[in-house]
């Protein structure tokens, strides 16, 4: 039998740099951060061997960030991301992992790219954001 305990993604939070600390972005949910995809690049050659093609890795790319709020336009954080989207301004973000003891900081660099915002009959008043990532990203212990 094995030690594994699945965990919930219930304290998992999502924060911007305001110039002088993270402000955690309330009421967020379903953030997801998909991974690193590594780009391949043909090497094929005419002396590749039986005929196959070969690669190599190339560029590595974070792709979008996206997440979930319960949208209330007071709300000071909501607001900056619409300022940092209007003014093309390059954040620097945080998803913190509370739940787990180490490796649970991941910190990038990423535009506001999407805000669409939802607002069904008879549900919340959402929007759906959307961070394109650039540069690298860092794993570390908060």
Same mark, same amino acid.
């Given at each position: 039998? @094995? ?6 993604g219930? =304290?998992?939070e999502?924060?911007?740099y305001n110039?002088?600390?993270?402000d955690?972005? *309330?009421?967020?949910?379903?953030i997801?951060?998909?991974g690193?995809? !590594?780009?391949?690049?043909d090497?094929?050659?005419? @002396?590749?061997?039986?005929g196959?093609? =070969?690669?190599? *890795?190339?560029?590595k790319?974070?792709?979008d960030?996206?997440?979930t ?5 007071d709300e000071?954080t909501?607001?900056?991301l619409?300022d940092?989207?209007?003014? @093309? ?6 998803i913190a ?8 900081l991941? =910190?990038f660099?990423?535009y !506001?790219?999407?805000?669409p915002?939802d ?6 008043v !959402? ?7 650039t540069g690298?990203?860092?794993k570390?212990t908060?």
């Amino acid at each position: 039998m @094995s030690d594994y305990t699945a965990v919930l993604g219930l =304290e998992t939070e999502i924060r911007v740099y305001n110039g002088s600390t993270y402000d955690n972005i *309330p009421w967020a949910s379903n953030i997801a951060l998909p991974g690193i995809t !590594v780009d391949m690049v043909d090497s094929t050659t005419n @002396s590749s061997p039986n005929g196959f093609r =070969e690669k190599i *890795p190339g560029l590595k790319d974070l792709g979008d960030i996206t997440f979930t709020i319960n949208f209330h336009d007071d709300e000071e954080t909501h607001q900056a991301l619409w300022d940092m989207q209007q003014a @093309s301004e390059l954040g620097l973000w945080q998803i913190a992992f509370p739940q787990f003891a180490t490796n649970n900081l991941y =910190e990038f660099d990423a535009y !506001v790219t999407g805000l669409p915002i939802d607002s069904p009959l008879d549900g919340l008043v !959402v929007q759906n954001i959307t961070l394109t990532g650039t540069g690298n990203i860092e794993k570390s212990t908060e």
